[in-house]
């Protein structure tokens, strides 16, 4: 798997952050790519997905402080995370999952199967 984060770090609450994930094993436009995280004591929850239909899917909890972008050139996928709380404090991973052509796909965990090694995220009030 190749599949490796940046962009973590300590911020302020209502700061923001960018992660990235980069991958030379990937032509990310082929797979389903996603965002997740994982607080301490708690499971790994979805961000964000884009499929290889190009359709972004949030998860509900998620809406409104997190974009998700992929840079097909670059083969890059960005998460924008704007107004942090300290309960955004988790680590972040990135993950793919090989996927047909025009598919969607679901911000589960479970669903996908190459993970990155996580980029931690710790947000201050």
């Known amino acids: 798997v190749q599949l490796v984060e940046s962009g973590g770090g300590s911020v302020q609450a209502g700061g923001s952050l960018r992660l990235s994930c980069a991958t030379s094993?990937?032509?990310?436009?082929?797979?389903?790519m996603g965002w997740f995280r994982q607080a301490p004591g708690k499971q790994r929850e979805g961000i964000a997905v884009?499929?290889?239909?190009?359709?972004?899917t949030y998860a509900d909890s998620m809406k409104g402080r997190f974009t998700l972008s992929r840079d097909s050139n670059r083969n890059i996928l960005d998460l924008q995370m704007d107004n942090l709380t300290p309960a955004d404090t988790a680590m972040y991973y990135c993950?793919?999952?090989?996927?047909?052509?025009?598919?969607?796909?679901?911000?589960?965990?479970?669903?996908?199967?190459?993970w990155g090694q996580g980029t931690q995220v710790t947000v201050s009030s």
């Open positions: 094993r990937y032509v990310i436009s082929r797979y389903c």
């Open positions: 884009i499929g290889t239909d190009d359709t972004t």
């Open positions: 993950a793919a999952d090989y996927q047909t052509s025009g598919s969607s796909c679901r911000p589960h965990p479970h669903d996908f199967a190459d």
